[in-house]
């Protein structure tokens, strides 16, 4: 079945580095464009990057500091997170970007979302 | 930047009955670039509806999506008591981007 599972997060200090996966199957990831999203503890949901075959966006929070990336044989995406900050602790979900035209519009949505994986940073 | 706006903060409801959760909009949102999203403690957020209305797959019918422009709606017409979750509203924006609301908590009364 579609299954996306995040994996590599972990306690880290303040300005440390680290590097989240999301490994996909049961579907053509190649196809597909992919995002990051994250929570606070005890918050809202956050948007924090995205990426097709050809590009990618960050949210200005994370802009410079985190590294979006794709290894389309592998079926994985993966983010780079460095410089990290105690606001940057959070649970980190990987989704499957959903943007199509549906005539006569055009559609955007996350269809499918990893379980997470939670990242710490402290001294 | 469009900020989305969730209200009531928190919805509290007996079982069997109807939950209406609101999102408005600072600017007008293309409909087909709203979705609804529920999300169970220590789950992951779940696709509701795309569109603004339409449901996605596997998505019961109680749920339905309304609304345009700025205001726009999630109606739950019969509580189950697998329903009482959070609620997050989302839209897409340019560069690409995306941005969520708040969340409307919906507790059991």
């Known amino acids: 079945q579609v299954q996306l599972v995040e994996s590599g997060g972990g306690l880290v200090k303040p300005g440390g580095s680290l590097r989240l996966s999301c490994a996909a199957s049961?579907?053509?990831?190649?196809?597909?464009?992919m995002s990051w999203i994250r929570q606070a503890p005890g918050k809202g949901l956050e948007w924090v990057s995205y990426?097709?075959?050809?590009?990618?966006t960050y949210a200005d929070s994370v802009k410079g500091r985190f590294t979006i990336s794709r290894d389309n044989a592998k079926n994985s995406l993966y983010l780079q997170m460095d410089s990290l900050r105690a606001e940057d602790t959070a649970v980190y979900y990987c989704?499957?970007?959903?943007?199509?035209?549906?005539?006569?519009?055009?559609?955007?949505?996350?269809?499918?979302w990893g379980k997470g994986t939670t990242v710490t940073v402290s001294s | 930047e469009i900020v989305l706006t969730q209200s009531p903060g928190t919805l509290s409801l007996s079982p069997g009955e109807r939950a209406t959760l609101s999102c408005r909009a600072s600017?007008?949102?293309?409909?087909?670039?709203l979705a609804w999203y529920q999300q169970k403690p220590g789950q992951a957020p779940r696709l509701l509806i795309y569109?603004?209305?339409s449901r996605a797959s596997g998505i019961p019918d109680r749920f339905s999506g309304s609304g345009s422009g700025t205001e726009f709606t999630l109606t739950i017409s019969r509580l189950e008591p697998e329903d009482f979750a959070v609620y997050y509203c989302?839209?897409?924006?340019?560069?690409?981007?995306?941005?969520f609301g708040q969340g409307t908590k919906v507790e059991i009364k």
């Open positions: 989302q839209r897409y924006g340019s560069s690409p981007s995306w941005a």
């Open positions: 600017q007008s949102v293309r409909s087909s670039y």
């Open positions: 990426i097709t075959n050809s590009g990618s």
């Open positions: 989704a499957r970007v959903r943007m199509e035209w549906l005539l006569p519009n055009y559609y955007s949505y996350m269809d499918v």
């Open positions: 049961g579907f053509t990831f190649s196809d597909h464009k």
């Open positions: 569109g603004a209305s």
